[in-house]
């Protein structure tokens, strides 16, 4: 079975998002899972967006990067410059990709103008999965 990681800063948003997509879009030959460099907990209106399009990640949970997963993962996906820089060292065999996606959470505004922003990057994470080769 290959293996896919989801990584950011606080694996509060933008992984869990990552997640909830990938359990959905991909086929049964992956195994995939999200963490973070640190643990933020899960961001509630990250949980609102995803179910806007149908997708329960409330059971979630905010999680430390797992060395062991990481070092077997076929592909590693980090979704900020901090999670990338601050990522350890993976062997050879491990595909690493990056996406710069902006943290949701730290917008700033009325709760609409979160919630834009929370979708803005749900909508680039879904369209990335979708379109990446890596997946095929």
């Not at 179910?51 to 979630?60: M, T």
């Amino acid at each position: 079975m290959k293996q896919v990681y989801f990584l950011c800063t606080g694996n509060s948003c933008r992984s869990q998002m990552a997640e909830g997509f990938a359990r959905t879009l991909l086929d049964s030959k992956w195994q995939v899972q999200s963490a973070g460099v640190e643990t933020h907990g899960l961001n509630p209106m990250a949980v609102q967006v995803m179910g806007e399009v149908g997708i329960d990640i409330s059971q979630q949970y905010s999680k430390l990067i797992d060395r062991d997963y990481l070092n077997t993962c076929d592909v590693v996906v980090t979704l900020c410059g901090d999670a990338r820089d601050r990522c350890p060292v993976t062997p050879a065999s491990v595909q690493r990709v990056h996406w710069p996606l902006p943290d949701p959470a730290q917008a700033t505004g009325t709760d609409d103008d979160k919630l834009r922003a929370f979708r803005e990057v749900r909508d680039e994470i879904r369209q990335g999965i979708e379109a990446s080769e890596l997946f095929k």
